[in-house]
């Protein structure tokens, strides 16, 4: 079973920077079974929307609303996939949900963390 934990969500100030981590664990867990890695956000009433993925073979890509601003990474020895924010605007508040996609399509998702943009 693939568990994720993310952390690194909080209340940031228009124009500034926030870094959310995405921790993978769990007994059978191996990087070599997942695909794709990625981030998705989701506000109130509103479908869940991509952010940010990479996948295995290191391809990056990103939602229009975040291109420049937001980078996505990850550290393999850690099972850790990374979301660098910067130039955080109102409009990024939401739910901030890590994603594992498996070859076989299956996904797994954490529990999410809040991220609040307001001054």
């Known amino acids: 079973q693939v568990q994720l934990v993310e952390s690194g969500g909080g209340l940031a100030r228009p124009g500034g920077s926030l870094r959310l981590s995405c921790a993978a664990s769990?007994?059978?867990?191996?990087?070599?079974?997942?695909?794709?890695m990625g981030w998705y956000r989701q506000t109130p009433g509103k479908q869940r929307d991509l952010v940010a993925t990479i996948t295995q073979d290191g391809t990056i890509a990103y939602a229009d609303s975040v291109k420049g601003r937001f980078t996505i990474s990850r550290d393999s020895a850690k099972k850790t996939v990374y979301l660098q924010m910067s130039s955080l605007k109102p409009e990024d508040t939401a739910v901030y949900y890590c994603?594992?996609?498996?070859?076989?399509?299956?996904?797994?998702w954490g529990q999410g963390t809040q991220v609040t943009v307001s001054s």
């Open positions: 769990g007994g059978i867990y191996s990087l070599a079974i997942i695909n794709v």
């Open positions: 994603n594992h996609r498996d070859f076989g399509g299956n996904d797994y």
